[in-house]
């Protein structure tokens, strides 16, 4: 059997050890908890209107880049674009710095 004594110190313990860890965060106010639930579904629609305005704004990207790939893909184009043997001119290189 188990000493009276002993069972009250450790009840004793057990309440000391559960007022040090402090107020259990469930047991926070309802409207703390509405609160902070709104912040994150507005977060959310804030983040899904950017989210729509990054895929439109790609959408238009790929629109104008296959204009432009059509644009050059013409023919009155092709004498600038073809220039096979000739090496090709590296518009980033120093001029100074001259490769054999």
């Known amino acids: 059997m188990t000493n009276p004594c002993t069972s009250s110190f450790g009840l004793l313990l057990l309440l000391i050890g559960y007022t040090a860890a402090g107020p259990d965060p469930d047991l926070r106010l309802r409207t703390v908890r509405s ?14 209107v950017v989210e729509k305005k990054v895929e439109d704004t790609v959408e238009k990207l790929e629109v104008e880049l296959a204009t432009l790939l059509d644009v050059i893909e013409d023919p009155q184009w092709s004498p600038l674009l073809d220039h096979m043997g000739t090496p090709a001119e590296d518009i980033l290189e120093d001029p100074d710095h001259q490769t054999p």
């Open 35 to 48: 609160s902070a639930c709104q912040e994150h579904t507005n977060l959310h629609n804030r983040l899904d």
